[in-house]
Nanobody
Framework: QVYLVESGGGLVQPGGSLRLSCRPNINIFSFNLMGWYRQAPGKERELVANIANTGTTAYADSVKGRFTISRDNAKNTLYLQMNSLKPEDTAVYYC??????????WGLGTQVTVSS
């Protein structure tokens, strides 16, 4: 069983920054893919960014140039640095990981609210 502990959400003004963290209970090298998804009220969950164990990253068009996904193997942690936040970034953000054979696991989510 994989458990993912997310942190870093909160209330921020437009133009501000937040950094989300996701720490799994098993070694980060177990995952072939790690990522962040988000779900706004009344909308479907969508991919924000992901990073493969090769280091290859992918981003939703709506966050390119503003968000950066990274992983710190020494700290066994996945990050999402979010800059120039907009009200439309308001959502619950979920950490997601994939393991060969075992499939995907989700965190419980952390709320990000961008408002003045």
């Amino acid at each position: 069983q994989v458990y993912l502990v997310e942190s870093g959400g909160g209330l921020v003004q437009p133009g501000g920054s937040l950094r989300l963290s996701c720490r799994p209970n098993i070694n980060i090298f177990s995952f072939n893919l790690m990522g962040w998804y988000r779900q706004a009220p009344g909308k479907e969950r969508e991919l924000v960014a992901n990073i493969a164990n090769t280091g290859t990253t992918a981003y939703a068009d709506s966050v390119k140039g503003r968000f950066t996904i990274s992983r710190d193997n020494a700290k066994n942690t996945l990050y999402l640095q979010m800059n120039s936040l907009k009200p439309e970034d308001t959502a619950v953000y979920y950490c997601n990981v994939e393991r060969p054979i075992y499939g995907r696991s989700w965190g419980l989510g952390t709320q990000v609210t961008v408002s003045s």
